[in-house]
């Protein structure tokens, strides 16, 4: 071969391996790009990465605050739980031995070595403690999650049973017990009502709580009552470890100087549990009484007791309740369904949130309007015949009005109370009294009460609004109006919606602490304290960090809230207050009920001198309705008292309801009598 036949194939060879050094230097340029871009560029998202791949912070449990009476009874608190953990990275290397501790830890808890699988689902839906799983299956979603963090086999078990798996733990190497702080409620369903229970972090909230520091599927909130409407002041602040740890989880130091956890504030209560059990028996045994009586069924009811004077609640019983021990731990799902179906509603907390037709116990707010406003004078004598018509009209000049009959509650009976003055009115409750000073009569009373004058003295006695009592659900009633029946019912307002609004029924609710509060303001002579049930807070080592402070919303006699109207029922811009002399004269006329009037038989024998009024209020819900009671002309009736001890020097006010408890004098009248004489036993008892 000659040396002309080999250039050309040489110039060919060097295009190939200038190409080649081409890629090279491309791929060169590419990876020394990608270095400078993972070095220079990301080097520090990556370094943090890599720290983040072995730092690790831990929750450190904070120590719920205790809830207390106002005579030191615990009524929440903190008590040791038992749980049976595993460790899977501390479990025998030899499979032989891992089953031996699985056979010997399932003989001791009574759970199955196996049971269930480990599919994808069952692992995303697992929550320990709350599963039907195996220990084994229970371990492998732990060992796959965390190897090195304890997976809790079961909860709760007793202390002998955790003894003796201490005492076995070198025959069970990998399990322990963990020591857990849960609730106990000491007073169970006496106080549930008040105190309320505990519940994990709900998903909508979980964010949230994880924000500020807590443990979703570890850390509990409050659910009802105290433990939820003052959930922040009793939960404290959980600490924190930041800690490195190696590719398996291990922990291998402390990076930082550990954070310790505050513990919750404790809250004393202004409930005095003795009476609250007064007040929960004396109920339960007059429905029972009664219902073996009359061959009837009674169900539900509210008693609250109150100072007038300071708004401190002494009783707070809805009945029926629940059990919230049961709940105290986790809670038990069919226990929980078994509640909310319950159509008597134990977790629905009646006295604050039942808002209910108040009857004739709302006659209190029409009484002082009518005195305020002129439109009768106490002396002056309204005509009861037992039946009047009125015509029915839905505006003023309304070309044809239908006449409509109202009678007073005795002519059910044939019977009507004739001449009656202001205090005669009152103590006999007397709804066609009622019917013409709040919507006026012919001649005998030419200009009534009116809707809008009846709201304002309504809502000065604390109706129509929340009144802020420390318990999360409470409803605010409704004091209707025209405009609100416009809107609402998308009717006129008519003469007979004033007529039967004046004697607490149409269209007007009420919520038990509502009536409660009411009556309490004239008793504590025009004052409304807010009602509460917080007497102090305490920090973890007992001291008082907030003192009890009584909290006046108004005083009726001073604070100009009455609203003037002008001759057409127009709102002015001028505002008034109760007259003093008016509140005097309604308390006057509660003492009359009890004297000589609806509940005389009642009290007539009382040693304690009180003052009250009765309701009987009629109803129409979706309970009544379905079992066909709601037949026209005859409702059933609630039974309503509120009263107040002693006459003279007010220092309880308590109110009764009874749902379906047809009229207030027979059944929550005698409740009332009972919960006021064990107030004034144990007062003595305390202070012989």
Known sequence: MNRQSLEPKNEINHGRLLIVYILVGLVFLFYLARLFTLQIVQGEDYQTRAVDNRTREISLTTTRGQIYDRNGTVLARNEASYNVVVTPA??????????????????????????????????????????????????????????????????????????????????????????????????????AEVVGFLGPIPA???????????????????????????????????????????NSGQILRDLEAPIEPVAGNSITLTIDTRLQAAAKASLVNWMERKSLQLGKPYTSGVVIAMDPRTGEILALVSYPSYENNRMARLIPAYYYNQLNQDPHKPLFNQAISAEQPPGSVFKMAAAIGILNEGVVTPDQLINDPGLISIEEKYFENDPNPRTRDYVCWIYKSGGSHGDLDFLGGLSQSCDVYFYKVGGGYKDE?????????????????????????????????LIPDPNWKRITVGENWSTGDTYISTIGQGYVLATPLQVLVSVATLANDGKLMRPTLVKEILDSEGNVIKPFEP?????????????????????????????????????????????????KSIFEDAEIQSAGKTGTAEYCDDIARPLGKCISGSWPAHAWYVGYAPYDNPEIAVVAFIYDGDEGAILAAPVVRQVMEAYFELKTSVNP
């Open 90 to 191: 501390n479990l025998p290397g030899d499979e032989g031995a891992i089953q031996e501790v699985y056979r010997r830890l399932s003989e001791l808890i009574d759970i199955p070595v196996n049971n269930g699988d480990t599919a994808e689902e069952t692992v995303r839906n697992f929550t320990p403690c709350q599963t039907d799983l195996g220990i084994s299956q229970i371990v492998f979603i732990g060992d796959s999650l965390a190897p090195f963090d304890p997976v809790r086999i079961k909860c709760n078990v007793d202390e002998t049973t955790a003894r003796i798996i201490q005492e076995q733990s070198s025959d069970l190497p990998g399990v322990s017990v963990e020591i857990e702080a849960v609730r106990e409620y000491p007073t169970g369903e006496t106080t």
């Open 204 to 246: 909508i909230e979980q964010d949230y709580w994880e924000n500020l520091g807590f443990v979703s599927n570890r850390d509990k909130v409050g659910y009802a009552g105290i433990e939820n409407y003052l959930n922040d002041v009793l939960i404290g602040k959980n600490g924190s470890r930041v800690v490195e740890v190696d």
């Open 445 to 477: 009373v030419p200009e009534g009460l009116n809707i809008w004058r009846l709201g304002e003295y309504a809502r000065a006695l604390g109706y129509g609004q929340v009144l802020g009592i420390e318990l999360p659900g409470e409803q605010d009633g």
């Open 551 to 599: 909290d006046m919303l108004w005083d009726i006699t001073r604070d100009p809230l009455i609203h003037v109207y002008d001759e057409n029922f127009f709102q002015t811009d001028e505002v008034k207050v109760v007259e003093p002399w008016v509140v005097d004269l309604a308390k006057e006329g509660m003492r009359e009920v009890v004297v000589s009037g609806t509940a």
